[in-house]
């Protein structure tokens, strides 16, 4: 029985029998249902063209009543027979329709889009230095993109310039480029910008490229990485790595930055099918595959092995190119089977996104009662100075009183020995004054003396 999960205001997904989940378009209002009527009539004038011109050697395996139900009524097959679809998709979308089918699992094609896009080539966008930098760096060695004055680099400045001005929040960020030059090497520029539109507002991949990346963190791959192997999440801990230091690029580019393209065709396929959690299925599955290996190495090697070995796991041969360089071969089937099979749902990635917007609740909580205690502590902080202040000039007060003391003092101790001084002035004022007395006494006493002789004699 199938069962709906809704994704965004524009999506909803259907789970098949084999829990291989799909996304079904919904045009938004009106306008959306013809815009996206008129699409969808226009992809099924493209595959009868591509039918009655199809290459003999080229799409000979390609199954043209299977695709032809599939791009009558993607969404009616996709409810009726996901199974089956989610099989097809598995082993790979043909090459010819694949810009075809993602248009349609993405109900990207839009006339009215398209328009727009055609109108914001002719404006300038400020990030125009930015992308022209950046352009001689995605893909450098692929033929549609090598030469700095083709059509290759011309269109993906045109639809990551349109882009820049269609949403100004995002505007332009590095990993960009690689997503959209995956959409040019599949269908014409105006199809690639209104798929690129598709997938940042619909599947949800604008919170990746938005400032501090608040998708990528609420999403939380560590998280899942500690849920499904815990073993491997102890042992990046114990060596200090954390999931941006190897995962960032596979999220931001979804995979087209080092990953050879058969590869990252395959991941786009099950992405615009299942929604942005194939991504991590996909990120998972290497961990999963590479987990023995990861655990015996440490960190400079670690990071090494998880930015350069990761796909080694599914390497099957090697062949020759045309200049001799040896070129990996990769059992792609493998690897998106067993991507598929770590079955990450929505439902997990938005308890992610719970336990960490719970998380920035309790941060948020904690900086604002931090900011009460900085506040208080200012206000503490000023008392404390008041209360210096006033004991500093306590203190003066309290040295001068003590140096008037002192001086009070000093003059005390000063007019002590004054009067000490005087004291023995008078004492011996006093003696001066007996001795004169005495000596009066005696001469006196001598004089009656003689006196008295005189008499005697008489």
């Not at 599947?203 to 500690?226: A, N």
């Not at 990252?264 to 299942?274: E, T, W």
Request: glycine share 4%.
């Amino acid at each position: 029985m199938n069962r709906v999960h809704k994704k965004t205001a524009s999506t909803s997904t259907i789970v098949s029998g084999n829990n291989v989940p799909f996304i079904l378009a919904r045009a938004e209002g009106e306008e959306g249902k013809r815009a996206s009527l008129d699409g969808k009539q226009k992809l099924q004038e493209e595959f009868e063209r591509k039918h009655e011109s199809q290459d003999s050697r080229a799409d000979a395996d390609v199954d043209w009543v299977f695709w032809g139900d599939v791009v009558s009524d993607y969404q009616a097959y996709a409810q009726a027979y996901p199974r089956q679809l989610a099989k097809a998709i598995e082993k790979g979308i043909p090459k010819s329709l694949r810009g075809m089918i993602w248009q349609l699992m993405s109900a990207s094609k839009d006339p009215e889009l398209e328009q727009t896009y055609l109108k914001l080539l002719k404006e300038s966008s400020p990030h125009e230095k930015a992308i022209s930098r950046d352009l001689g760096r995605t893909f450098p060695h692929h033929a549609f993109f090598t030469d700095g004055h083709g059509i290759g680099q011309e269109n993906l400045f045109n639809v990551l310039k349109a882009y820049s001005l269609y949403d100004t929040e995002v505007g332009y960020c590095q990993g960009l480029p690689f997503v959209a030059a995956i959409l040019l090497l599949n269908m014409p520029d105006e199809e690639a910008f209104c798929l690129l539109v598709r997938l940042m507002h619909s599947y949800d991949l604008r919170g990746h490229f938005l400032p501090e990346m608040p998708k990528l963190q609420q999403r939380m791959f560590d998280r899942l990485v500690e849920e499904v192997l815990p073993v491997l999440h102890v042992h990046f801990i114990r060596q200090g790595i954390k999931s941006s230091m190897y995962c960032s690029q596979w999220f931001l580019t979804m995979f087209s930055y080092k990953f050879p393209l058969d590869v990252v065709f395959r991941i786009y396929d099950n992405v615009l099918a299942s929604g942005v959690e194939a991504l991590f299925s996909f990120s998972l599955c290497l961990l999963y595959k590479n987990e023995e290996a990861l655990l015996n190495v440490k960190f400079d090697q670690l990071l090494v092995f998880l930015n350069t070995k990761m796909l080694d796991t599914y390497q099957i041969s090697e062949a020759k190119g045309e200049n001799g360089a040896k070129i990996p071969m990769y059992d792609i089937n493998q690897y998106v089977q067993d991507a598929v099979s770590m079955s990450i749902t929505p439902f997990m990635l938005d308890q992610y996104a719970n336990e960490y917007d719970e998380l920035v609740r309790t941060r948020d909580a904690q900086l604002i009662e931090m900011d009460a205690l900085r506040n208080s502590n200012r206000n503490l902080s000023a008392q404390v100075n008041s209360l210096e202040n006033n004991l500093a000039q306590l203190n003066a007060e309290h040295v001068k009183i003590l140096n008037e003391l002192v001086m009070a003092r000093l003059r005390h101790e000063e007019l002590e020995s004054e009067l000490v001084r005087y004291k023995l002035l008078y004492a011996e004022a006093m003696h001066q004054s007996e001795d004169a007395l005495s000596q009066h006494r005696m001469s006196r006493m001598s004089m009656f003396s003689r006196r008295s002789s005189g008499n005697t004699g008489s």
